[in-house]
């Protein structure tokens, strides 16, 4: 079995919250809306706090901010597409060109890291730090969010 | 991801989830997803192609155009991981006295620094590029029979973080010494641990620490699951 198809098949075994009631946002016109990026890589300056393994944290990035760590502590994926093009993980150039186009309203001025690795409950994430990034977005007039593993 | 994407809703933000593991997108079913099966690592599919990387974008904001959750689309393409190791320049045998992944290491670090210079690094979790010749020689003493708690002190107290940045400083150093097309998902991966000194030896030190009875989260994250 390769890497991948292991990591497919153990994370099916993983528990999965449930959300009942699930909202469900619809969102003003793409080429009205600021976009954001939230990223579970981990990504982090150097000048920030880097990542513990069991960080259930955010870090925010500025939208100008190219000089970015993977942080992630897992060894089960590829860090090398990330070494060579930060946009396969976070596409923030992607977004900047849409920008310029029209085809998206405006990039948002922060975009939001958190580590993929939590715990299983995922309870900080959900009632704490996740509501704390959303918080924060709404804040900056973020409208539509985009969310990239690794 | 897809619990953030039911957080983010909720407080009034739309969100779309670039999905990388079917069986969690389907089980935590956030609002929007785009299944893409690309290689773990790279959600966006190709490094250096931006058309393909806008074009991924594109279909996930289709996905705003539905009016009820959870909508999980597909991406048509899929890109498998290369587990083919990269035909990667490999610094020659300098120093026979000092053990063989701590010479070769030391050979690789004009490389890395080429690297750097581009590209940044994400090595530095436990140490920079200046310590990992020292913490590939303190694995060398594990892989030899010496004790990993006993005998020896690990750089930075933490297996897993020394691992990190020794396995990070090769890939990074080989991006400046492969030819070609960006390399595939674990194909750096692939020649690390299968082809190079340092690879053989964190796999050597893992087996040793795992039959010394270290604690499983210390030797076990110290290289991917299969491995």
Redesign the interface.
């Known amino acids: 079995?390769?890497?991948?198809q292991?990591?497919?098949s153990?994370?099916?075994t993983?528990p999965?919250?449930e959300?009942s009631d699930?909202?469900?946002?619809?969102?003003k016109p793409?080429a009205e809306?600021t976009v954001a990026i939230?990223t579970?890589a981990a990504l982090h300056t150097?000048a920030d706090d880097?990542f513990t393994?069991t960080d259930t944290s955010y870090r925010a990035l500025d939208r100008a901010e190219r000089?970015?760590?993977?942080?992630h502590?897992?060894?089960?994926?590829?860090?090398?597409?990330?070494?060579?093009?930060l946009?396969?993980?976070y596409?923030i150039?992607?977004?900047e060109?849409?920008a310029s186009a029209g085809?998206?309203g405006d990039v948002a001025a922060k975009h939001y890291s958190?580590a993929?690795n939590?715990p299983d409950d995922?309870a900080t994430?959900?009632i704490d730090s996740?509501?704390a990034?959303?918080?924060a977005?709404?804040a900056e007039g973020?409208?539509?969010?985009?969310?990239?593993?690794? | 991801m897809s619990v953030l994407a039911h957080v983010f809703e909720a407080a009034g933000l739309a969100t779309v989830v670039l999905s990388s593991m079917k069986d969690v997108v389907q089980l935590v079913a956030p609002p929007r997803a785009l299944h893409c099966q690309f290689p773990l690592g790279r959600p966006l599919g190709k490094p250096l192609d931006a058309d393909f990387q806008t074009d991924v974008l594109m279909r996930a904001f289709a996905t705003l155009a539905e009016t009820s959750g959870p909508a999980l689309h597909e991406h048509p393409e899929v890109i498998e991981a290369s587990e083919e190791p990269i035909a990667c320049q490999m610094p020659a045998r300098f120093d026979p006295n000092l053990p063989a992944a701590v010479d070769e290491a030391n050979g690789m670090r004009k490389a890395y620094d080429r690297s750097v210079a581009k590209r940044g690094t994400s090595v530095g979790r436990s140490f920079d590029a200046d310590g990992v010749p020292a913490a590939l020689d303190v694995f060398h003493q594990i892989v030899e029979g010496a004790h990993w708690k006993d005998d020896v002190k690990i750089p930075g107290k933490n297996t897993v973080a020394a691992a990190h940045d020794i396995r990070t400083y090769y890939e990074e150093a080989a991006l400046e010494l492969v030819e070609g097309p960006p390399p595939g998902g674990r194909a750096a991966e692939a020649w690390f641990f299968e082809t190079t000194e340092a690879g053989k030896t964190m796999l050597a030190a893992r087996k040793a620490m795992e039959a010394q009875g270290a604690p499983f989260g210390f030797w076990f994250y110290m290289a991917p699951g299969h491995r």
């Open positions: 079995m390769s890497g991948d292991a990591m497919r153990h994370s099916g993983l999965a919250p959300f699930a909202a469900f946002v619809t969102p793409l809306a939230v579970s150097a880097a393994n000089n970015l760590k993977l942080g502590w897992s060894p089960n994926f590829d860090r090398n597409g990330f070494a060579i093009d946009n396969v993980v596409p150039d992607r977004l060109e849409l085809v998206i958190f993929g939590q995922v994430i959900r996740g509501p990034a959303a918080a977005m709404v973020v409208d539509i969010v985009v969310l990239t593993p690794v």
